[in-house]
């Protein structure tokens, strides 16, 4: 199970590096590895309830969710990775994260309307999140983890709204420039 969070955490970091392919197969890795350990649960049902196990589901579930989101724009369920709803839901709350890192990207590359797209996703993400009804205070960690997602989407919405300010002073200051150019 650590080698299965740890290539998940670097199926992540190769996202944020555009290699995608790689990122794929290293997930394919981690879900045979998944699968092997299905294959001895009868055997040793203790340890297949472990925190190293739900770790390792929960970074597994970041990265798969993360790279169908950078990937195809869409969210992948629970059943299409195979791992419990549980795992899904802890580390959809993680995704957020890695939805900062990419919109910090985003604007640093000037492209701000994939950080405002980034910052939305973030947005539903929280919202969905909260709207769990009983699950929210049941599930051990989730209250945690969407309070420090709230202050990642606020920072991030900062971000945002400092970058679209200065280009809105940028191009009035330049429209400016160019009528006082005229008059003269």
């Known amino acids: 199970m650590r080698s299965a969070t740890r290539q998940s955490k670097m199926a992540i970091l ?7 392919e790689e990122a794929r197969n290293m997930l394919k890795d981690v879900s045979n590895l998944f699968s092997q350990l299905t294959e001895f649960a009868d ?7 472990s ?5 390792a589901y929960q970074e597994y579930s970041e990265a798969c969710i993360f790279l169908k989101l950078v990937e195809e724009n869409r969210f992948v ?3 299409e990775i195979g791992v419990p709803m549980s795992s899904y839901v802890l580390g959809l ?9 990419r919109a910090l990207d985003s604007l ?9 797209k980034y910052l939305n996703l973030m947005d539903q993400i929280y919202i969905d ?9 049941l599930l051990h960690g989730l209250r945690r983890k969407c309070d420090i997602a709230r202050r990642i989407i606020e920072a991030t919405r900062g971000d945002v709204t400092a970058e679209v300010s200065k280009r809105s002073l940028e191009s009035t200051i330049e ?7 005229e008059e003269r």
């Open 51 to 55: 925190g190293a196990v739900d770790a």
């Open 77 to 79: 369920s629970f059943e």
């Open 43 to 49: 055997d040793y049902a203790d340890l297949t309830h």
């Open 93 to 101: 709350a993680d995704v957020i994260g890695e939805l900062r890192r």
């Open 129 to 137: 999140l909260n709207g769990m009804g009983d699950a929210y205070f």
């Open 108 to 116: 640093r590359e000037g492209d701000v309307s994939t950080a405002e």
């Open 14 to 20: 190769m996202v944020h590096q555009g290699r995608l």
């Open 175 to 181: 429209k400016l420039s160019k009528e006082l150019g």
